[in-house]
């Protein structure tokens, strides 16, 4: 008999098993009632999602994960994820979602919630974001796990209630609204790996037990208004935060010194702390952090000297020290750093005289960034003896003379070439035209002459872009502007030729120039009438032709530049009436002055 009893107990549980997988979960009560609450709170779901929630059975809802922990005879589960991502990837597409609305304290009804992701429900429109604040009640639910709410507009304070998730693994609520300090409650959170505050509106200090976050590996607090000084790791040591790899504090507020004993934090392998207001001189314990890869200190008020420890980074392959209070020398320990890639000190009173000769060196060496730091003579010949690949190359506001050295064209990777503001008294090179790779030329603020026409025509590589960004102002070249559009440099954004002795007629091959956003040929010797080909270029926001010699009227088809936010015509001999219309009517009469024979709207009325 009770055979027979155990063969039925078995066949009706089978049966039960059948009825749920063909009608799918019943929802608790209580988890029901929490997801239609966090359901009312949302106005518009472009993605469709929360339209399909009807009905009783949740765990069979999109977006939604229940357990599997309920006995078979209750045909309940409970939700432990909520996955509402504003990116939705499909088989065919990728897109991204919209939801309009609050987030609803309901969602604390769901108390074996683990996981709770709406992240990245960007909008374009600032007002369509999801809002409201993050309720206190959420910290009851003390199993979840990861908690991910950035890319909205959550504001208000972070609840003091977020400290008793002690199972949470990753808080996410970057780029929001949330205002108020950072409780000390988060250091409670033991199990915290990731905590990504950064791009919001909090303020204060940052609380001292962070260092208790003893499995955080990934601290983000950048792009706030937080002040005070950086309290980790504690003076017991960096052990309570030795899993730290990633830590990122630029843009606030943070002042006073780098502590001493932050080598300590043994695993950290990218630090930002751009763009405070910390001082001091560098810690040599920075030498301990044998991970470290990339370290970003510019903008602060460090002082002193490059500490010798920097020496012993085997894995460092950025440090960006500039816009501080460094001076010089360079310790000759920097010779070691076989895998940096880009360096940048400028703008310390480091007062180099020359380029360090351990610099040409550095194996992997890429980007060499020495603006502002004293360098004197000629562009130091040290730099053909570079063996890497030099992509970009700064050695503006210098004391550099004499010529551009023939051997700059050897420099085939390069991407940036700047040696504005300087006092080289040169021609442009010919080998200049080498450069397949340039995307960006600053020459502007030296004493260069001759012709700019081999600025036009470098031997541009179309599979790897073309220049874009052309700055030869304030020189004395004189000649070569016909040779503009010539050549191959179709998707020049920014063109500045201003103050310099151009001579001759614009060829109409500028036109073709599409792309270009910025275009100033000011304060030259330019004679024509004003060329009507120049209402091509209508993607044109700023267009700078005072001071030359230009006439004749302002062509009708300049109406076509639908962009232009900024004009100067004045200054040259044009006449007639200006085209009334915009965008011509919205400037000033300051762009129109010095021209005898204009009229017309913003100028006086033209005489019948």
Known sequence: MEKYQCQLILQIVSLLLTVRIAFGEWCSSQDLEGLIGFKNGIQRDTSGRLAKWVGQRCCDWEGIVCDNATTITSGTRRVTQIHLPGFISTENDLFQSQMIGHFSPSITLLTSLEILDLGGLELAIHENRLSGSIPSSLGTLRKLKSLLLYSNQITGTLPLSLGNLTNLVELDLHENSINGHIPNSIGQMQNLEKLDLSSNLLNGRIPSSLSNLTSISVLYLDTNNLEGTIPFPSRNGGENMHSLGFLRLNDNHLSGNLPSNFGQLVSLQRISLSNNKLEGALPSSLGNLHHLTEIYLSRNFFTGQIPKSLGQLSHLIMF?????????????????????????LSFNPLNLTSIPEWLPSLSSLSGIYL???????????????????????????????????????????????????????????????????????????????GSITEAFEIEQDSTEGSLTYLDLSHNNFSSGVEEIGVGGQFNIQFLNLSHNNLKGVLSSSLGRLKSIHSLDLSFNELASNLPEFLANLTSLETLRLQKNHFSGNIPNAFLKLRKLKELDLSDNVLEGEIPEGEPLINFPGSSYSGNKGLCGKPLAPCKL
């Open 371 to 449: 603006a502002c730091c004293g360098i004197q003579g000629q562009i130091p010949e040290v730099l053909d003896t570079i063996k890497s690949p030099i992509q970009e190359l700064d050695l503006s506001m210098n004391f550099l003379s004499g010529s551009i050295p023939s051997w700059i064209g050897s420099f085939s990777q390069l991407y940036l070439l700047n040696l504005s503001r300087n006092s080289l008294d040169s021609f442009i090179p010919p080998s200049i035209v080498k450069l397949r790779n340039l995307v960006i030329l600053d020459l502007h603020s030296n004493r260069l002459t």
């Open 320 to 344: 960006n020290i500039s816009n501080n209070l460094i001076q010089g020398p360079l310790p000759k320990e920097m010779s070691n750093l076989q895998n940096l890639q880009t360096i940048d």
